[in-house]
T-cell receptor
Framework: GAVVSQHPSWVICKSGTSVKIECRSLDFQATTMFWYRQFPKQSLMLMATSNEGSKATYEQGVEKDKFLINHASLTLSTLTVTSAHPEDSSFYIC????????????FGPGTRLLVL | DQQVKQNSPSLSVQEGRISILNCDYTNSMFDYFLWYKKYPAEGPTFLISISSIKDKNEDGRFTVFLNKSAKHLSLHIVPSQPGDSAVYFCAASNAGNNRKLIWGLGTSLAVNP
């Protein structure tokens, strides 16, 4: 149980285009989902927290107009990187947590984004 | 300010022996602690967790110990296997911040055959 999937697993796009990454909890309802970014040889950096049906809460320094997050259902959250630039190239990982009483975050496999 | 610290960046252990990974924290509000295993270019895999009301939790070869007074926790893996070689992250959370995980920087474990 507690499986989280991400799609796509990798994507290459041209500078200026937008890219959407999906995060799904496959066997549980995720009231809260988190989006992370990992730079090479560094720890995970939390970008934003999203609760189902409400606006995402972004961490300091993360542009909310650049990284659009939607958490429209209890099993799906999406991250859209708008007008992507080469510096947005990174490894994006989502995690999902169940409802009240659930303290554990389960992570997706990650999405590798390369912006040319 | 690093609220969760893993002071050993790497650890090497012989197959079959015990691996002990350590983690210290500074925020006394943390009430839930987790250990994750991670391979490069993959998402972290949840291993084991412990609530602050406990001092030990065991799951198969993995045991986590929590010493609240010392603000210290450790992950014991016994017996260690070559497949355990990965980076291990300690993380902490509290109910007051939507269960955001505060991460250590990780310890790279190498289990040698």
């Amino acid at each position: 149980g507690a499986v989280v999937s991400q799609h796509p697993s990798w994507v290459i796009c041209k500078s200026g285009t937008s890219v959407k990454i999906e995060c799904r909890s496959l066997d549980f309802q995720a009231t809260t989902m988190f989006w992370y970014r990992q730079f090479p040889k560094q720890s995970l950096m939390l970008m934003a927290t999203s609760n189902e049906g409400s606006k995402a809460t972004y961490e300091q320094g993360v542009e909310k107009d650049k990284f659009l997050i939607n958490h429209a259902s209890l099993t799906l959250s999406t991250l859209t990187v708008t007008s992507a630039h080469p510096e947005d190239s990174s490894f994006y990982i989502c995690s999902a947590r169940g409802g009240l009483g659930s303290e554990t975050q389960y992570f997706g496999p990650g999405t590798r984004l390369l912006v040319l | 300010d690093q609220q969760v610290k893993q002071n050993s960046p790497s650890l090497s252990v012989q197959e079959g022996r015990i691996s002990i990974l350590n983690c210290d924290y500074t925020n006394s509000m943390f009430d839930y602690f987790l250990w994750y295993k991670k391979y490069p270019a993959e998402g972290p895999t949840f291993l084991i967790s412990i609530s602050s009301i406990k001092d030990k939790n065991e799951d198969g070869r993995f045991t986590v110990f929590l010493n609240k007074s010392a603000k210290h926790l450790s992950l014991h893996i016994v017996p260690s296997q070559p497949g355990d070689s990965a980076v291990y992250f300690c993380a902490a959370s509290n109910a007051g911040n939507n269960r955001k995980l505060i991460w250590g920087l990780g310890t790279s474990l190498a289990v040698n055959p």
